[in-house]
């Protein structure tokens, strides 16, 4: 699914230069669950933005079935985002004015989806997380944990072909992370997704097959043998957008 070539991302500052990704290779099979770690400032969330076209390389490739995402306009890169890209962040990003419904329901809206369909995949979304009685609330009266289930829905009900999470349990005490990790993990197996994880938490790191450890902007990737999490059936991968 994922083929990365020669992915560098420099950054200046001041009259030093940073590389945050120093020629980076990897490649991530279609159905894949990956972890990223490394030390803080070690480039984890710059290659997760590079997985998910928020941001682009200095040099190198990024493919994702076979197209180039480094090549793209930004309109088409922005049709790829928002129809075979789900993302999950830290901060759940939710809007404080809008229900969980209709938080869950923007991430349609860039698919012209009509509001009757919106507002039902919206309530199928947060009934698969748990939330089925509080479509109506808003983000202030849910917990943290609540908050990231919304979040999650928001991010899986456009049916993504990719589960992209920034840290999504660092901003949850240890038994709501326990909850949302294993809400993921299923979700993961019952859709086939291809789900890539930034995170800190070196016990998050053992329950996946595979982990990418980022040391000064260089990746090695690891097999893990002692994860118990089963890969899930790999689903055909669909054409993301013309090839650049």
């Known amino acids: 699914m994922y083929e990365l070539t020669g992915v560098t991302k420099e950054y200046r500052r001041g009259q030093e230069r940073v590389d945050a990704l120093a020629g980076v290779d990897l490649r991530i099979a279609q159905g894949d669950r990956l972890v990223i770690q490394g030390p803080t400032g070690g480039g984890k969330s710059t290659l997760l933005q590079m997985l998910g076209g928020l941001d682009r390389p200095t040099a190198g490739s990024v493919l994702l079935d076979g197209t180039d995402l480094t090549r793209l306009s930004e309109g088409r890169l922005t049709a790829v985002r928002s129809r075979y890209i789900g993302f999950v962040f830290q901060s759940f990003n939710l809007i404080p004015t809008l229900t969980a419904q209709e938080n869950v329901e923007t991430a349609l809206v860039p698919l012209g989806a009509k509001a009757a369909e919106r507002r ?125």
């Open 120 to 244: 039902r995949r919206a309530a199928e979304a947060l009934e698969s997380v748990g939330l089925g009685e509080r479509l109506g609330h808003l983000p202030s009266e849910l917990s943290g944990g609540q908050q990231q289930r919304v979040a999650i829905a928001r991010a899986l009900v456009k049916r993504p072909q990719v589960l992209l999470a920034d840290e999504p349990t660092g901003n949850l005490d240890e038994s709501t992370r326990d909850e949302i990790v294993e809400l993921l993990e299923g979700l993961w197996r019952e859709h086939g997704l291809t789900f890539v994880m930034v995170t800190h938490d070196s016990a998050l790191a053992r329950r996946a097959p595979r982990v990418a450890t980022l040391r000064r902007g260089r990746v090695t990737v690891t097999e893990n043998p002692g994860a118990t999490v089963r890969r899930p059936a790999a689903q055909p991968a669909g054409e993301p957008a013309e090839k650049a």
